[in-house]
């Protein structure tokens, strides 16, 4: 791709409209990163990275990442991670070439005209779907009719958040109990702790929902601590999922030598599309499951079916207030598989206005 490219990075925090979730993190969870490159001929791609160090990861965009863009040939993603990490650090470095590496991949496949699914191989149209929607502060009764409904409009599972708001072990099992008397035997169901378990209150769920069939146990401790992980893979109970927000491929490799069975990258957080792509196949290569988590479903889905023969996606309910700045029509589900969207690279659609009106740096 000849240079050079404009690049702009700005953050945003967009507010709850009636009906969305209630955030389990705090309202920062909603913050994020957008960067927007526009090439000499006026062709834009569009890149973004989650909340963490918003700020600074802007700044970096804005800075050294925006002049070392000003230049006739616009180096790849690994020369601007050689040049500007030499020593492998991951951070602010790492979400910001992710966001860089996700605009340069939607801008390219927007001047080819096709989608950046078609141009990673168009290997799927749609990859099966699991739905974040289970959120801590919804009672039980509301959170058995959340899951019953997804599952009835067709996601093929559910995925709940434990280890929130002071509940004791016992009382999470209990709510998992109660969504899968809802959703049925045949149905997913995940259990999400967001790394909020000491090892052995880790190891005491896991004994305690061993009946209940779940798909897996998603970052169930401090850190993604790999030897806990591992610690809790030899108890042979059930499955284990990492990786939502882990930036190296080392780190990757570390999970999977703990037991770790299905890997999450996620694009926005590992590096970039090529980054998800390389740990994704790498997985899949050591006998793996992989189902990016962490949101950003409408970026990480055209990666997984562009790329990838297997794997699943998942679709945060929660994210809902990014996702309507940013698409034309939100995501479907069909036949218990999400849908690519049309349109050229991403298919976005931004609303300049609405995030004009959240923008906070």
Not at 3 to 28: E, F, I, K, Q
Not at 80 to 88: A, D, F, H, I, K
Not at 308 to 323: F, K, P
Not at 325 to 340: E, H, K, S
């Amino acid at each position: 791709m000849r240079g050079p490219l404009s690049c702009v990075a700005t953050v945003h925090r967009p507010g709850a409209l009636p009906g969305d979730p209630d955030p389990y993190s705090g309202p920062d969870s909603f913050t994020f990163v957008r960067v927007r490159l526009r090439d000499r001929d006026g062709v834009t791609g569009e890149g973004f990275t989650g909340r963490f160090l918003a700020a600074e990861v802007a700044g970096f965009l804005n800075g050294a990442v925006r002049a070392a863009l000003d230049v006739p040939e616009v180096p790849t993603t690994s020369a601007l991670m050689r040049r500007v990490n030499p020593r492998g650090m991951t951070g602010v470095v790492v979400s910001a070439l992710s966001a860089l590496d996700v605009a340069l991949a939607d801008l390219a496949a927007t001047r080819a005209g096709v989608s950046l699914a078609a141009q990673l191989g168009g290997r799927r149209v749609s990859a099966p779907v699991h739905v974040t929607c289970g959120f801590p502060a919804l009672d039980t009764g509301a959170l058995v009719e959340v899951c019953a409904r997804e599952v009835a409009g067709g996601a093929r599972g559910v995925k709940v958040l434990i280890a929130a708001r002071g509940r004791s072990v016992a009382e999470d099992v209990a709510r998992l109990r109660a969504v899968r008397d809802a959703i049925g035997p045949q149905a997913e169901l995940i259990a999400d702790a967001n790394c909020g378990m000491d090892l052995e209150t880790a190891r005491d769920f896991v004994r305690a929902a061993a009946d209940l069939d779940l798909a897996w146990l998603e970052e169930p401790v401090l850190g993604n601590d790999r030897h806990a992980l591992a610690d809790l893979a030899r108890m042979g109970v059930m499955p284990l999922g990492a990786g939502q927000m882990e930036q190296s491929t080392e780190r990757f490799d570390l999970l999977t030598e703990a037991g770790v069975q299905v890997l999450q990258p996620n694009a926005v957080f590992a590096g970039g599309v090529a980054a998800a792509v390389d740990v994704a196949r790498r997985a899949q290569g050591q006998g793996r499951q992989v189902a990016p988590g962490g949101g950003w479903d409408f970026v990480n889905l055209h990666w997984v079916c562009g790329a990838m023969e297997q794997g699943g996606i998942e679709l945060h309910r929660a994210q809902a207030r990014i996702a309507r700045l940013l698409l034309p029509d939100p995501l479907r589900i069909v036949d218990g598989a999400l849908c690519l969207p049309d349109g050229p690279g991403l298919g976005l659609c931004p609303d300049e206005e609405a995030l004009a009106a959240c923008r906070v740096l």
